[in-house]
């Protein structure tokens, strides 16, 4: 459906180098990565809005490199949603259709039909300034949907609202997806919106893109330590992997041996995210090949979940709900053993 081939840009200071992206039909791709990565300059250059130093952009098989933004058929929502103050919400909606060769009553109909979709039939004769965050961002969709896109570009859409809108906005961002299957571009830099909304992640760092794949891929098998923290894996180490006895392979650090699964030999990184180390007052009887003991030298208390480092060495995040450490009676300075299996060590 689109295809980036080797897409190069400089805009004042700021560069992209040899971006290559695929993204399929009828697809929700998530291009993640830090504030300031470049990603609504991405987002620009693929909606024809900021110019290309070399490369190439298709849709749908055509090529749209040296095409005008009127003529890409590629809808824009912004972070900042960008509604026009003097224009009520059905006017907003309707400012793309304009210009085509459709009558007024095809074009209210395509505006009712989508309010109603978006669930702001309500609001029509309103203007922008009286719009809350939420119903200002459905506008600003409504709008981009309106022209019939090919391809829906999203920057940010989540990140100006509060929680509970933010969470109730995303559900309804994947379901009106899921019923009108466009192909969708949805710029965030927050992990666990990708992970929540996305069918495949892209992840753009260092004016690259560092890492395309599935949410779960991304989530479990980075291939960086970039993509690592930015995935949250939280223990990343840097060791040597050798044979051990048996054949089982093992990663050093810090004076610690652990049991992992790959086939990769030499000074590679490690990863272990928190939720896979159970955390237990004796050793368990488990088939975890991994099992230390540590002290609590830490907590970071996040509501109902809590962060324990555990020092082995080297230092472990553990992730634990706050009814198991209330339970266990754990405190910094206790001793704990920790308990993961070989294969939630990621090596790379």
Not at 81 to 97: R, S
Not at 109 to 119: D, H, N, P, Q, W
Not at 163 to 175: N, V, Y
């Amino acid at each position: 459906m689109i295809e980036i081939k080797n897409l190069s840009l400089s805009l004042g200071g700021f560069f992209l180098e040899d971006i290559n992206l695929e993204v399929k039909d009828g697809e929700y791709f998530i291009l993640l990565g830090p504030t300031g990565a470049g990603k609504t300059v991405l987002l620009e250059a693929i909606a024809g809005l900021c110019p290309i130093k070399s490369g190439q952009i298709k849709v749908n098989n055509r090529d749209v490199t040296l095409l005008g933004p009127e003529k890409r058929n590629i809808g824009f929502a912004y972070q900042d949603h960008m509604l026009f103050p003097h224009l009520t919400v059905a006017m907003n909606i309707c400012f793309g259709l304009r210009h085509r060769d459709e009558s007024k009553r095809e074009i209210e109909a395509t505006a009712s039909r989508l309010a109603e979709l978006l669930g702001i039939s309500h609001l029509m004769n309103r203007k922008p300034d009286t719009l809350s965050g939420g119903e200002s961002q459905k506008v600003a969709l409504a709008r981009a949907l309106a022209i019939e896109p090919e391809l829906l570009l999203l920057d940010e859409p989540l990140s100006a609202l509060d929680p509970e809108t933010r969470e109730a906005t995303q559900r309804e961002l994947r379901q009106l997806h899921d019923q009108l299957k466009v192909t969708t571009i949805h710029v965030t830099h927050d992990f666990e919106e990708a992970v929540a909304l996305g069918d495949r992640i892209a992840v753009l760092g260092n004016s690259h893109i560092i890492q395309t794949g599935t949410p779960e891929q991304i989530f479990r098998s980075p291939n960086s330590e970039f993509v690592a923290r930015f995935a949250l894996a939280r223990n990343i180490f840097e060791g040597d992997v050798q044979d051990g006895r048996s054949g089982q392979a093992t990663f050093s650090v810090g004076g610690t041996k652990l049991a992992v699964v790959t086939d990769l030999r030499g000074q590679l990184h490690a990863t272990i995210r928190p939720e896979d180390i159970l955390i237990s007052r004796k050793p368990l009887a488990s088939s975890a090949l991994n099992s230390l003991s540590g002290t609590i030298t830490h907590m970071a208390d996040k509501g109902s979940i809590i962060y324990l480092t555990v020092s082995v060495p080297p230092d472990f995040s553990c992730l634990i709900t706050r009814r198991s450490y209330e339970e266990m009676g754990l405190r910094e300075g206790m001793t704990v053993y920790i308990t993961f299996k070989a294969s939630a060590v990621h090596i790379f």
